[in-house]
């Protein structure tokens, strides 16, 4: 490709979703992430657009890391006829296939179950893409190890460094044609329960930071005293707490949490359920032998020590738990809840004032979660409206996203300052806070840029 190198923002500008981007150069055009837009409905029609990307427009993927507002459009774009390699770690190649399988999966469902409730404005809803395109997918990943130059088929050369968010999550620092470009991805926090820390950030001539957390500093609750104070409370009056965690990472650090509180007496040792097939797997997948070295020693085996730790796997055992038969902790995906067994959960546990809903993470707008969070006395699901009646708190202790200050300090610690950073993959809110802080803190450029927006990089 001809002409100056040049980087193009095609999701997660303007919305902490959707994460995609596109540097080009002159041997080619190399995609970092490529997301699934999700929350408001705005953002979540632009995955039907055809015009966001087309699969000749890029010679390799690169993905930071598993969760779905990354790597959740790759087979619509494989379905659309893109057979280019996948660049990854395995940990994100593992827990991907896991992920993407899950999804399409969703989509199908939710598809079957629009046509047959009537509440699709199309009479044959589809699904974005399939089971078989995750499997194609899946069949283009090249597995990449950390802090080693791998040469992309475009040209590029491509170094991932640890960025200590989830297993397998990476830093992508690209060296396009003279030019140094090194994208955060979710950046972790500088101490992680279950992995090993994130690395220091390289040097790059341009920075694209994540800013989900840029307008705010995490709480201090690494104690998780608000989940214990709301499974006693909750127990004490006979009802269950439904805990809605993303499978990837937070269902194995809400158990880990648990186990600590059971251990030391802070909560009664009830039945604890972990209601996901998707979460089951990436447990699995959390305690690979190969994977082990991504592990601080000896964290992963403490979830094993939970007295009364369950697992449902299939559809009746999830029914089953909609109304438990005893005070219980059913541990259940999605995160957000936006989709997943949760949801019939939510709808069977919210009108009853015993229960209690526990948020363990960030609430995209737009989102049944976030609703929750904002105080909903009412929230639709399946075509119809609930009534919110149960407790509804949140624990920020879970939080594994980099705060504004571990942010700013990623950036700061660099061997050199770099000469551009673009904040990305926040609220607007967040990403001008970040973006008016590191004005006043480093020597350079900082911008916020647009959707579809496209800058040159020398």
Sequence with gaps: MAGA?????????????????????????????????????????????????????????????????????????????????????????ALAEIVLLDSAHLQEEDALHAQREGYSKHSQPQPLYRGPDVQRTMALCRPTAYGSP?????????????????????SAHLEVDGHTVLFSGDLGRPHHPLLRAREAAPAADTVVVESTYGDRSHPDAADHEVLADA???????GGSVLVPAFAVDRTELVLLALAGLMSSGRVPPVPVFVDSPMALATLATYGRADL???LLPGAFDEISSIPRLHTARTPEESARLNRPAEPSIVISASGMASGGRVVH?????????????????????????????????????????????A?????????????????????????APPRMV??????????GALADRLRKTLDCAVVVPDMGERVLLS
């Design 391 to 415: 407790e509804v708190v949140t624990d920020g202790g879970f939080s594994v996203h980099a705060d504004a200050d571990e942010l700013v300090s990623w950036l700061t610690g660099m061997p």
């Design 150 to 170: 791998t040469r992309l088929a475009g040209g590029a050369l491509l170094t991932l460094h640890r960025a200590g968010h989830v297993l397998g999550s990476a």
């Design 345 to 389: 959960h939510l709808r069977a546990m919210l009108p009853d004032r015993d229960n209690t809903v526990v948020l363990t993470g960030y609430q995209t707008l737009g989102t049944r979660g976030r609703s929750l969070q904002d105080g909903a006395r009412e929230v639709k699901m399946m075509g119809q409206y609930v009534p919110v009646r």
């Design 231 to 237: 499974v006693r409370r909750t127990v004490h009056r």
């Design 422 to 431: 673009y904040v990305v993959h926040g609220d607007a809110d967040a990403s």
């Design 5 to 93: 190198p040049a980087l193009r923002f095609l999701g997660a500008a303007g919305t902490v979703t959707g994460s995609m981007f596109v540097v080009t150069g002159s041997g080619g055009a190399v995609m970092v992430d490529c997301g699934l837009f999700q929350g408001e409905r705005r953002w979540r029609r632009l995955n039907w657009s055809q015009s966001r990307v087309s699969p000749g427009d890029v010679d390799d993927v690169v993905l930071t890391h598993s969760h779905l507002d990354h790597c959740g459009y790759l087979p619509a774009l494989v379905r659309r006829g893109w057979a280019g390699p996948v660049w990854a770690t395995e940990g994100t190649r």
């Design 292 to 294: 082990a070295d991504e």
